[in-house]
C-alpha cells in the first residue's frame, strides 16, 4: 500500500518464499504489477506456481551487475520501479541500485542485516522514495479483510505447531526449506 503499487510497475520482491514474501506476491499481484521475485533455486518452481512472473535466485543479488544481467536476460530490462524488500543487509542495497529514477523501495523486514549503505546522491538525484511498512494506512486492514473474504487473497501457510512444539517449529523456521508462514497455536 505504502509504495503505492499499481498496473505498470515491476515489483522486485526479496525473500519471496516466506511468509511475508508469500503475502507481497499475492499482493503485487493483485494490483495488476508485474512481478520479480527473489528466492532459493530450490524454491523457483513452487513461487512462479504462486504467481511470479520472473523468479531469479538470490545469488543474482550478489552484486549490481550480476543483478542488472540477471534482469536483463529474464525479464528483458535491467531495472525495477519497486522494490519490496523483507531481507535488508547488502541484498538490500543491491536491490536499491536497480531502481528507476523515482523508485520506491519499502522495507518490510530485516532478517539478514538493519544496517544498509546508501549514497545519498541516488536518494537526490535519482528521486527515490524510501517508506517503511510497519504503520500502515487505516484502510489497510479493511482492504486485506474484504480481499480475504473474496478469496482474492490467501495467505500462505506452510506448517502449524502447538506451542508445545516450539522448538521444533524455530527448527523448521531455521532450515529455510517452507514456503509461506509458520504458524504456532498458543491456546
Known sequence: HNAA?????V???????GGVGTSM???VK??????????????MADIIERG???????????DVDTLRKTLKRECGQDYVTVVADSVGGTMAETAMQVMCVRGRYVSCGAIAGNAVKLDLRDLIYRDWQL???TRP?????????SYLRRGEFKPQLAAHYPLEKLHEAYEAFTEKK???SIVIDVN
Open 11 to 17: 515489483v522486485l520482491v526479496t525473500g519471496a518464499s
Open 52 to 62: 511470479a512472473d520472473y523468479v531469479i535466485p538470490r545469488e543474482a543479488l550478489s
Open 5 to 9: 503499487v499499481g498496473a505498470g510497475d
Open 25 to 27: 506476491l499475492s499482493l
Open 131 to 133: 517508506l517503511g511498512a
Open 30 to 43: 493483485r494490483r495488476g504489477a508485474t512481478l520479480i521475485a527473489v528466492t532459493s533455486h530450490s524454491k
Open 178 to 180: 517452507h514456503i509461506g
Open 137 to 145: 494506512h487505516a484502510s489497510c486492514f479493511s482492504d486485506i479483510v
